[in-house]
């Protein structure tokens, strides 16, 4: 997550994800959506990822704006992912 995360972080400016290390980034948080999780998870991670979503693709106009959305949600909610 080394970009400006300004914008994108802008209805979440307390928000844990801002604060992940990078050996943390490369553990936690690098892959795409789970084949499993709670519906609780699923459902707390899907409300961030929508509102980051739209940020991110603002920032980053040729990036996949939905898979980096996903690991940002992720990180915000401190859910990390195991691979």
Known sequence: F???LTHIFANY???PALDVSMEEQLES???G?????T?????AIATVWCDLVVKVR???KKM?????SWSLAT????????T
């Open 75 to 82: 990180a915000h909610l401190k859910l990390p992912q195991v």
């Open 33 to 37: 959506p789970p084949y499993m999780a």
């Open 13 to 15: 400016t307390n928000s």
């Open 64 to 68: 996949y704006a939905d898979m980096l």
């Open 58 to 60: 603002e920032v980053y």
């Open 2 to 4: 080394q970009q400006n």
């Open 39 to 43: 519906g609780k998870d699923f459902y």
């Open 29 to 31: 948080y690098q892959v």
